[in-house]
Structure formats: C-alpha cells, structure tokens
C-alpha cells in the first residue's frame, strides 16, 4: 500500500513537470517560428506551427487525463470514457506529428531535387515552386485524413 502511494506521487509529480516544460518549450517555439522575419519558405513555417500545436495539444490531453485516470479510478465509468477519449486523441495527435514531419522533410528533398530553379523561384509559387506547393497541400490533406481515420479501429 505504502509503495502505490508513493508511485502515484511520484508519477503525478513527473506528469505535472512534463505538463509545464511541454507548455513553455512549446510556447517559445511558437513565439520564435512566428518572429522568424525570414523562413525558408512558408510552408516549412506553417508545418513547423502545425507541430508545436499538436505537442501542445497532445501535453494538454493526455497528461491531464493521466493524472486523472491514475487518481480517480473509483469513477470507473468516468475513468474509461476518459481513456477511451484520450486513446483516440493521442493517436491522432501523434499521427498528425509523424506526418507533419514526413510532410516537411518531402519539401526540403522535392525543392533540393529541383536545383536548375533558382530558389526565389520556389518561393513565388512559380515553376517548379507551383508544382511542390500543389504537392504537398495534396500530401498534408491526405495525412490529414490518414491520422484521423487510423485511431478510429481502437
């Protein structure tokens, strides 16, 4: 008895240290891709955002509902509403952050593998710019779709 004690203190403790590193670093990420006066290119921006969203999100869901699922589990309906509630969201959360990743690291190797373009090309929406752009709304609509129908079986 004495040890269940002390684990959920100390998971609680480590749940609400992870809660408010992952809110400030977050944060600050935002605030420092937002003042960037200069991106790459506005898509790498967007995804970037895209990204610390869903950490934030995924920091906002499921630490609290751990925390409430390990100190109310005499409330078993609650309990499992919740968990069902936070299993589906955390997949898609980090469904969407796997493909926000594959999404940005495409754009970085579809512009490198257009070098005979000058790069201010790709930024315009010109060209070959105009063509990866149309690429990757089809590849980030489809992520989309992908990461909010793959948590549905569970």
Known sequence: MQSE??????????????????NVINILLICVIVRNKFPRSQFNRRMLI??????????W????????D??????AKVSLELYAVSVFLG???VAIDNFTLVAICLNR???????????????????????INL?????????????LVLPIPS
């Open 50 to 59: 895209t990204r610390a969203l869903s950490d934030l999100s995924l920091v």
């Open 91 to 93: 997949l898609f959360l």
């Open 135 to 147: 690429y990757m709304r089809i590849v980030v609509i489809i992520s989309g779709l992908i990461a």
């Open 109 to 131: 190797s579809m512009a490198l593998s257009c070098v005979t373009k000058p790069s201010s090309d790709s930024a315009h929406g010109t060209a070959n710019g105009g063509r």
């Open 5 to 22: 004690s002390i684990h959920k203190v100390l998971t609680v403790g480590l749940q609400t240290i992870n809660f408010f590193l992952g």
């Open 70 to 75: 390990l100190l109310v589990l005499s409330l």
């Open 61 to 68: 869901v499921i630490v609290p509902v751990a925390i409430v």
